[in-house]
């Protein structure tokens, strides 16, 4: 069968949302053994218990059950008293079923509370709307990209937590105390626990800004060389601030750069006396199209991949892989336009409280094109801008999903209340790693002692294992 191809021709008229049908995938589905546990963007399961009673989800039975006592005692015998009264004539007897009333409805409300048990963990089940300012995680949907075969990540919930325990005093270590426009602590952590997970033998980085990314590298792997691709050196900051360079790094940088998908990989792989492609660890912080990247590392032979910008639909200044898999057969994935809909009116009142949050008028362009962002496809900082149809858009996706293994989305490190982060939106997000009222957690882990502007960088860190097979 013919395989279906990623498309980013410009196309001259307006975009509309012409559905196509699903393409088939040029590449046989083959067994592959399951992995160990779930993708965590998809289960929280708390391994960490918590001392300041932020736990999952248990109520003080004996507070409740005493005030369901007395108050049912107090409003039983009010209504037998009026009861009795009712029984003496008929003359107060419309009053009295009108006080009746009053008391057994107050009746109702005050005792039947005592049956509710409100979890201290926030989801948007449990809300009665979305407007809270720190939870409805997921509330307006997180799209995954599916891979072939279902596989997901080998590492846990309580793995992550090992790690952030162990990252937080690295973290303060860092060079770079302000990485303005950079990394911030979120993505520090993915990428470091990432990289120490998989062990490579060699790191690419494609984006190095001040080096703050390289010296994440290093913590992670002291020996393990470093391969970096950016238009700048590092060095070159070092004139007006800190920055980090590498004595274990090669620099393809200032007037050696070369892009990522011009180097002649081969060539580098030889130098570097890596045979085994699988055992290479790709991170792209360049801000290009994560499409043309994909089949970029994809034609080299590459197999693990992390894009740090993995911008929500309509925000970011290229095309990435959470706008690609946004689709309306994906669970979490699809809009709509109607300005008087339900999604439009969630949208309008979060935009009121998050930053990064976008209402129906940011997310729809002309024709009512959502997708990309207003139906464009976005690439290089935005100086590139080309409309895409939707079946162009629904054809890139399934070209995705043909050759992706693995597709893990980090979670947020903790939830806003926690942080006091306010620019992304949490009901565009998975639950986070340290769920809001787990401060207890959240202390402990030492999370507590960094400045508030260190999580304000979330963009869905993502990363892929890809393959033609």
Partial sequence: ??????????????????????????????????????????????????GDGGGDGGCDE????????????????????LSRIAGSGSFYLPCVT??????????????????VCISSSYGPVSRAGFDALDSDFGALGVPCCRSKHGKTVEWTSKDLLKGLEEFVPIYETRPIKN?????????????????????????????????HSTWVLRQAMPDTPIISLSPRHPEKYLKKGPAYVDG?????????FVDFGSVDWPKVMKKHRILDLSRVLIFFDDHQNELKR?????????????????????????????????????????HSCFKDGDEARIRSRRKKFWEKAVDIEELCGPG????????????????????????????????????????????????????????????????????????????????ANLDNSVFNGYTQMVYLQISEQ
């Fill in 368 to 447: 009512e094109a959502w997708w990309g962002v207003r139906g464009y496809m976005r690439d290089n900082f935005n100086h590139s801008n080309k409309p895409i149809s939707y079946a162009q858009h629904f054809q890139n996706s399934r070209f995705v999903e043909s050759i992706l293994d693995v597709y893990w989305e980090l979670p947020p490190v903790a939830g806003p209340s926690l942080t006091h982060q306010t620019r992304y939106d949490p009901a565009r997000t998975p639950s986070p790693i340290v769920e809001d009222g787990r401060y207890g957690l959240f202390k402990r882990l030492g999370l």
């Fill in 248 to 256: 274990n790094c090669t620099y393809y940088a200032g007037k050696d």
């Fill in 98 to 115: 009108l006080a009746l009333f009053v008391f057994f409805a107050f009746s109702f409300l005050f005792t039947s509370r005592g049956f």
């Fill in 179 to 211: 990485n303005l426009y950079g990394m911030g602590f979120d993505h520090s952590f993915g990428l470091w626990f990432i990289a120490r997970w998989l062990k490579p033998d060699l790191m690419i980085e494609s984006g190095a800004f001040k080096g």
């Fill in 1 to 50: 069968m013919s395989s279906p191809r990623p498309s980013s021709q410009t196309q001259s008229t307006t975009p509309t949302p012409t559905p196509t049908p699903t393409p088939t995938h040029r590449y046989p589905n083959h067994s592959a053994p399951s992995m160990l546990e779930r993708t965590l963007s998809s289960r929280r399961v708390n391994s960490y218990s918590d």
């Fill in 294 to 334: 994909i089949e970029q590392a994809l034609k080299a032979g590459f197999r693990h991949l992390v894009f740090e910008d993995n911008y929500d639909t309509g925000t970011g200044d290229h095309y990435s892989l959470r706008q690609i898999c946004d689709q309306s057969y994906i669970r979490g994935g699809g």
């Fill in 62 to 81: 004996s507070k409740t059950k005493k005030n369901q006592h007395i108050l049912f005692r107090i409003t039983t015998r009010a209504s037998n008293y």
